[in-house]
């Protein structure tokens, strides 16, 4: 399994912006996908966005759309998500997690390895 490490969560206010990085050490490039999910306290979790194994090619939840943008650099073996416009329902704990198919998904059946989380938290 890969082992995956979130970083970059913590307090925002309403409005602002949030870079979540997401480093896995043993990524091989092309042969995963990359997911963003988040679980809301006293919620279940759910898919934010997902970027193809070559880095060309995105999916977005509803809520993300427009706000949120995932990228990779499998140089750095980082996959990042840029969180802008956030709300107090962006809450949660942000995890990624990759999944050994070439085409972005936002089911989560599909991924295999899951980071421990990192937390978000909008309020002002």
């Known amino acids: 399994q890969v082992q995956l490490v979130e970083s970059g969560g913590g307090l925002v206010p309403p409005g602002g912006s949030l870079t979540l990085s997401c480093v896995a050490p043993?990524?091989?490039?092309?042969?995963?996908?990359i997911g963003w999910f988040r679980q809301a306290s006293g919620r279940e979790r759910e898919a934010v966005a997902s970027?193809?194994?070559?880095?060309?090619?995105?999916v977005y939840s509803d809520s993300a759309k427009g706000r949120f943008t995932i990228s990779r650099d499998d140089v750095k073996n980082t996959v990042s998500l840029q969180m802008n416009g956030l709300k107090a329902d962006d809450t949660a704990v942000y995890y990624c997690?990759?999944?050994?198919?070439?085409?972005?998904?936002?089911?989560?059946?599909?991924?295999?390895?899951w980071g421990r989380g990192t937390q978000v938290t909008v309020s002002s």
């Open positions: 997690a990759t999944a050994p198919v070439p085409v972005p998904s936002l089911r989560d059946l599909w991924y295999e390895s």
């Open positions: 043993r990524l091989t490039q092309n042969e995963y996908i």
């Open positions: 970027i193809s194994n070559a880095g060309d090619g995105a």
